[in-house]
């Protein structure tokens, strides 16, 4: 990609990391964990209560400290994930309740074997990079839905999995599954991220801080990801809304830096804005687009990398144009913008992230492959020019045959599975429809990289008595 699209001036960039060290030094950030605060006053910050103020010296030594580049290992090396090299990757989605499934017309609650069946689907499509606690069955109780997520996850896909929690309760026992996993396949690195949101506007719960006080020592990819919501938990404008989520996530690279210097650190964002007449986040909206532009910039500034971006997103409940329209804005401007990973771009979530469609899955595949084309540009050389052929087709020719063609077409053409190119029926029936069989033929016939019959059994072993216990 030649040129990005880009939101902001180069002094506006400045202009706002400017602010952001003084909103960091003057108003400070809440951390609600006396080991963070004691570790940050070690290092230079002010503490007053609860309130770490961080002077700029020692935020600017914490950027510095961050690695320009990060592997996301999976147990299939050759499904590795290196960041900070300008690609665009994609994700499943995160955390919705409900599913559609194949053939259905309602949704109902997410099952564990949805998530099993999902994770199989982002396994083999390649343009899943890395996978995410895909829904939330609905039969495993609350307290335990990161544990039985990650060791469902860990026995079926090759790829990185990224471990989201509601509460750090479980952190310890996370990271011995992802460990049994990654010893199970020889792995250099951890097989697994985890991470951090704070609550905004500038806010470090105990919770958060326990979190990374747990993975960051031990080398875990850590992300840090704000989403201030514009005119609710920011300034309505998305300059003050830039404002705060640099300040929480430049906050948590700080903190993260000191306990380990070097530590492998992701930038994140779902920053957007909220509907002043209903008071719910937008997520189809082209306020998230812009703060995805404009967060690339600052993590160019930074050199971290943008690790956990936003895009391929809807409000709408099902497949429809509307969900056709948000979904393509969002996540061809983030990609654009040069977001390298853009979570939640290939799970088919509809519905505000509360809901999870399988043939919606496919079709969101399908425009990722879409933009990958965008993403490639045009290749200018003399075989593509083809000046030689032109004159031999000469004026009123036609280049069918040409064996010039049968070379390119394919890689030059963007030749879909599911989109309709003639004439016929209802062309949004036509496409689910092929979704659907995608799907069932991917589920069929997939075979991913399993765990041994050790391995997996450790990981049953320890989840069947951490519940034990816990009950």
């Not at 004026?395 to 069918?400: A, H, K």
Request: charged share 20%; glycine share 10%; with cysteine.
């Amino acid at each position: 990609m030649a040129q990005r699209w880009q939101v902001l001036q180069e002094q506006e960039v400045q202009h706002l990391h400017d602010a952001t060290l003084r909103l960091l030094s003057e108003t400070g950030v809440v951390f609600h964990s006396q080991t963070a605060l004691e570790l940050l006053r070690s290092h230079g910050a002010t503490v007053e209560g609860r309130t770490a103020h961080l002077p700029p010296r020692l935020v600017k030594w914490a950027v510095e400290a961050c690695p320009r580049e990060v592997v996301l290992h999976g147990r299939d090396p050759r499904r590795d994930v290196f960041l900070g090299r300008g690609a665009i990757h994609y994700t499943s989605c995160f955390g919705p309740i409900r599913v559609r499934g194949l053939g259905e017309a309602e949704t109902r609650p997410a099952t564990l074997d949805d998530l099993r069946r999902f994770t199989l689907l982002c396994d083999a499509l390649d343009n899943v990079a890395y996978c995410l606690f895909h829904v939330r069955p609905h039969e495993v109780p609350a307290q335990w839905h990161d544990v039985y997520c990650a060791a469902t996850m860990l026995q079926i896909t090759g790829k990185h999995i990224h471990f989201s929690q509601d509460t750090a309760a479980n952190t310890d026992l996370l990271i011995a599954l992802g460990e049994v996993a990654a010893a199970d396949a020889g792995c250099k690195g951890p097989v697994f991220s985890m991470g951090g949101c704070p609550s905004s506007p500038l806010v470090y719960t105990e919770d958060v801080c326990s979190k990374l006080l747990k993975a960051v020592p031990r080398g875990i990819p850590f992300l840090i990801v704000s989403g201030a919501m514009a005119g609710g938990t920011s300034p309505a404008t998305l300059a003050g809304t830039l404002l705060v989520q640099n300040a929480e996530v430049l906050a948590g690279v700080t903190l993260a830096q000191i306990v380990r210097p070097g530590a492998p650190l992701l930038y994140g964002a779902f920053s957007g804005g909220m509907d002043m007449r209903t008071g719910a986040f937008v997520m189809g909206g082209p306020e998230l687009a812009l703060m995805q532009a404009a967060t690339a910039q600052l993590c160019d500034l930074y050199g971290i990398p943008f690790g956990y971006g936003s895009g391929g997103w809807t409000d709408a409940q099902e497949p429809n144009v509307q969900a056709g329209l948000e979904k393509a804005c969002t996540l061809l401007a983030a990609a654009l913008s040069g977001a390298e990973v853009i979570h939640s771009a290939l799970g088919g979530m509809l519905g505000g992230a509360e809901i999870a469609d399988y043939a919606q899955m496919m079709v969101d595949d399908e425009l990722c492959s879409m933009v990958n084309r965008y993403l490639q540009g045009i290749q200018v050389s003399e075989d593509t020019l083809a000046l030689g052929l032109i004159r031999e087709a000469g004026p009123g020719g036609q280049f069918v045959d040409a064996t010039h063609t049968a070379r390119w077409f394919r890689r030059e053409h963007f030749l879909p599975r599911l989109l309709e190119r003639g004439p016929g029926g209802d062309p949004l029936a036509g496409i689910l429809a092929r979704a659907e069989e995608r799907a069932r033929t991917l589920l069929d016939t997939h075979r991913p990289m399993a765990l041994s019959q050790a391995a997996a059994a450790e990981i049953d072993r320890l989840v069947q008595h951490a519940v034990e216990r816990g009950a």
